[in-house]
């Protein structure tokens, strides 16, 4: 293997630290030690040739003091007190501003120095960047080991001392990363399913971000605001105020997380329904609208049963967004797999009857399930619009059942008389 000599060394060393813009007369002054020791620095926030040259000389003294103590033979523990930690050493060099945004770059969870980081943005005084910097230098000397513990520490402090718009600036910047991320990744997904006009795509993403930013700042996970229940109870009422209604109906569409309604099912359905958009809006507005009265009646009272009026509101709105034509098609999907397991349910009721004899079991559970559909549709139809023509269908699809069907119910029905019977002869 071919060894690469000190030159090359040099000469690659040198390149690298001019692509990060340090000076070319600082390169050629100090060793390579130092100049590594630079340009991490200069990593981390921009410096001027003559903040490097600072740096430099004043790593150049230490190394001479630390040389000297050597030399007098001192402990050699002693040299530590002679390099100092980084943010000594720039002291005095770099201004607060360069020195709040290289500690944030070192970590990222300080809260303090986001706020310092971050001060035009907020529009801090004089007064409340010196009480930050003074929470700051005294954080070292908190007793607090857990991640959680800290960020209160810094909620606690920043309250105190920012007002309330610019404490709920600082904690959208915590979580605006986080929440970048979630907003593409769903941006992504609802792209493919193509749910966003190229026109609106901006507006869109903007409302993905906003949202996704709102909610992770008001739970604010990080530091814990709420116990584990509350947290879950408060999240699902801001997703079902506050999410986009583009998110809700790809939720639906890709089967994740969402609640079932006579709303909901009709997004399902949406092709086959032949949508149109201003239909889309008002199913995603009702969906909306009906599960925020039914968490809030939950939370006023969990035992508070209202199922007739949530089945009203339904039956009455739905019937006012789509036509004739879609509801039956919207029902007809609805019931279809329901219907086929009731005519199974049938088939296997009849065989321990010993009346499927001579019967092919595919043809007559079709028949069965065809029944049963029509019966499901119309009876639908009926809660959702008590009219004579609808009772009357329902009325003639009754007349029409299979007769293995009726033969069924009769059997049932002289069982339940003759176990009626002996019970009465009991007593």
């Known amino acids: 293997m071919k060894k690469t000599t000190p030159f090359l060394l040099l000469f690659f060393m040198a390149s690298s630290l001019i692509t990060a ?23 981390k926030t921009v410096l001027t040739e003559d903040q490097q040259f600072k740096i430099g000389n004043k790593l150049i003294a230490n190394d001479s003091l630390a040389n000297l103590s050597v030399a007098k033979g001192e402990p050699i523990a002693n040299l530590k007190n002679y390099y100092p930690t980084t943010q000594k050493l720039l002291t005095g060099i770099l201004s607060d501003e360069q020195l709040d945004a290289y500690q944030y770059k ?26 930050i910097r003074a929470h700051n230098q005294l954080l070292d000397f908190q007793n607090m080991q857990e991640s959680v513990q800290k960020q209160q520490f810094y909620n606690q402090k920043l309250d105190t001392i920012l007002n309330q718009k610019q404490f709920a600036m600082v904690i959208n910047l915590v979580y605006t990363d986080k929440s970048k991320e979630e907003a593409d990744n769903d941006w992504k997904n609802i792209q493919k399913l193509k749910l966003v006009a190229a026109k609106d795509s901006s507006l869109v993403h903007r409302q993905l971000l906003d ?5 992770n700042s008001y739970i604010d996970s990080s530091a814990k ?10 999240k ?58 039914k968490y809030k009646d939950k939370a006023t009272n969990v035992l508070l049963k209202k199922t007739d009026t949530y089945t009203l509101f339904e039956n009455t709105a739905i019937a006012s967004i789509l036509d004739p034509q ?20 049938k088939w296997s009721e009849l065989e321990n009857k010993g009346l499927t004899k ?4 595919k043809t007559v559970t079709k028949q069965f399930a065809m029944y049963q559909l029509r019966y499901l549709m119309v009876s639908d139809q009926l809660k959702m619009n008590k009219s004579a023509v609808n009772m009357f269908k329902k009325r003639d699809i009754e007349l029409k059942k299979p007769d293995l069907l009726k033969q069924l119910d009769s059997i049932k029905r002289n069982e339940k008389n003759t176990t009626v019977t002996k019970s009465q002869l009991k007593w």
């Open 21 to 43: 813009q340090l000076s070319p007369k600082v390169i050629k002054k100090f060793p390579a030690s130092m100049l590594n020791k630079i340009y991490d620095i200069s990593t």
């Open 211 to 215: 949202y996704y930013i709102g909610l």
């Open 225 to 234: 605001k709420f116990d584990a229940k509350k947290s879950t109870e408060i």
């Open 236 to 293: 699902n009422l801001i997703v079902l105020e506050k999410q986009p209604p583009v998110l809700t109906r790809f939720n639906i569409l890709s089967d994740f997380i969402y609640k079932i309604n006579i709303f909901s099912l009709a997004i399902q359905f949406e092709k086959e329904l032949n949508l149109n958009t201003t239909q889309i809006d008002s199913l995603l507005s009702k969906y909306k609208e009906l599960e925020i009265m």
């Open 326 to 345: 879609q509801i039956e098609k919207l029902l007809a999907n609805k019931n279809k797999k329901n219907a086929i397991q009731i005519a199974q349910e």
């Open 358 to 361: 001579g019967q092919d079991q």
């Open 106 to 131: 070192l970590d990222n969870k300080n809260r303090f120095l986001l706020a310092l980081k971050s001060a035009k943005k907020l529009e801090l005084t004089t007064q409340q960047i010196i009480a």
